[in-house]
Nanobody, 124 residues
């Protein structure tokens, strides 16, 4: 059983920064990427960003481009999400995921492994 353990959530004022981390207990069989989803209160869960293990290709949703940066430490099965210029609308529970990315669209991605989530709250 693969476990994804997130850390780094918290509260920050608008314009501030937070860094999330996620470590997989082991490399997930058949997966080629890790990333993050988020779910704000009363809204559907949405894709935020992903990074491939090979080559480090990244995929961002438009609303976070230029503000969020994903990176990875392959040797430690860990991904990081540096979030800057945070906005109140970034407030959500952020979930670490692992799975397969087969294209640039979310429809081409399938994430079978999910973490428990970490809360990010941005106040105005």
């Amino acid at each position: 059983q693969v476990q994804l353990v997130e850390s780094g959530g918290g509260s920050v004022q608008a314009g501030g920064s937070l860094r999330l981390s996620c470590t997989a207990s082991r490399r997930t069989f058949g997966s080629n990427a890790m990333g993050w989803f988020r779910q704000a209160p009363g809204k559907d869960r949405e894709f935020v960003v992903a990074i491939s293990w090979n080559g480090g290709r990244t995929y961002y949703t438009n609303s976070v481009k230029g503000r969020f940066t994903i990176s990875r430490d392959s040797a430690k099965n860990t991904v990081f999400l540096q979030m800057s210029s945070l906005k109140p609308e970034d407030t959500a529970v952020y979930y670490c995921v692992a799975g397969v990315v087969a294209g640039t669209k979310v429809a081409d991605m399938k994430f079978d492994y999910w973490g428990q989530g970490t809360q990010v709250t941005v106040s105005s």
